[in-house]
């Protein structure tokens, strides 16, 4: 079963939510490229504007709010680039492009 495309930010305590927005407006505001993907988009981090570490805090609260977002976190070696990938079934691309123009 394909979960619905609405997010409970009821699933995250007020400290949580607060954190979520925080490390949201910090990984997003490390984004220097974004890539069209088939089911959704990755976004390429600069590591010296947020840690990996603070991405995938990020994400561990996201997708307790939003259970119908896939991620995944590449990472190249020697220095390379950091990049997530945020993708899910039928609709999430849309959704996601609503939110980014937000």
């Known amino acids: 079963m394909t979960p619905a495309i609405a997010c409970d930010l009821t699933a995250l305590a007020a400290e949580e939510r607060a954190l979520r927005s925080e490390l949201a407006r910090k990984v997003f505001g490390a984004v220097v490229e974004r890539r069209e993907l088939d089911r959704g988009f990755a976004f390429r981090i600069d590591l010296t504007l947020a840690s990996l570490a603070q991405a995938g805090e990020w994400i561990g609260l996201e997708r307790r709010c939003c259970p ?14 950091a990049w997530i990938n945020i993708t899910g079934g039928d609709g999430v691309k849309e959704f996601l492009r609503s939110e980014l123009r937000g």
């Not at 119908?68 to 680039?81: L, P, S």
């Open 68 to 81: 119908f977002f896939d991620f995944r976190i590449d990472v190249g070696r020697e220095g390379g680039a």
